[in-house]
């Protein structure tokens, strides 16, 4: 491969990885807005999900609000039955936040089409292209973290 053709298809490529985080955002505002939440909420019950019980300042730390905003995102969410609070054993004026029982079912029915559709599209990949898929989207979700990182210091 010619570097000319080398750099038309990095472009293409970085191009593609620019499209799908902006498609990927107004998909997840357009679920937000269908479902009746704000984005920050879905990205809660997101990290909430993923570790299955945060502290309220583990959630303000990751979704970057004020404590303030956290709490009233916390209610909105307790409100909708999305999630509960429980005390914390470790530290009595502390509480945990976990996703309710239900939530999960809920939440699974909302995204059901896309990932019927995400299904389908990797079903039409070899094993060799799934890895190759994984691999890069791995290494940019690290590259993201450290590009983050680097606005943080």
Excluded at 33 to 62: I, M, Y
Excluded at 103 to 126: K, P, T, V
């Amino acid at each position: 491969m010619t570097n000319s053709n080398n750099s038309e298809i990095k472009k293409r490529a970085l191009a593609a990885v620019r499209e799908y985080g902006v498609q990927l955002s107004l998909f997840r505002n357009a679920m937000s807005e269908w479902a009746g939440f704000n984005s920050t909420d879905l990205e809660c019950l997101r990290f909430l999900f993923q570790k299955q019980v945060a502290t309220p300042s583990e959630l303000s730390k990751h979704i970057g609000l004020t404590t303030g905003a956290t709490t009233a995102l916390l209610d909105r969410l307790e409100k909708a039955e999305l999630i509960e609070r429980h005390p914390n054993p470790k530290d009595r004026r502390g509480t945990l936040i976990v996703p309710a029982q239900s939530a999960q079912e809920r939440m699974a029915n909302w995204f059901a089409s896309a990932r019927i559709a995400q299904d389908e599209l990797l079903s039409s990949y070899s094993e060799a292209d799934l890895a190759l898929i994984a691999d890069v989207f791995e290494k940019f979700s690290r590259l993201w973290e450290q590009e983050r990182g680097k606005l943080k210091a």
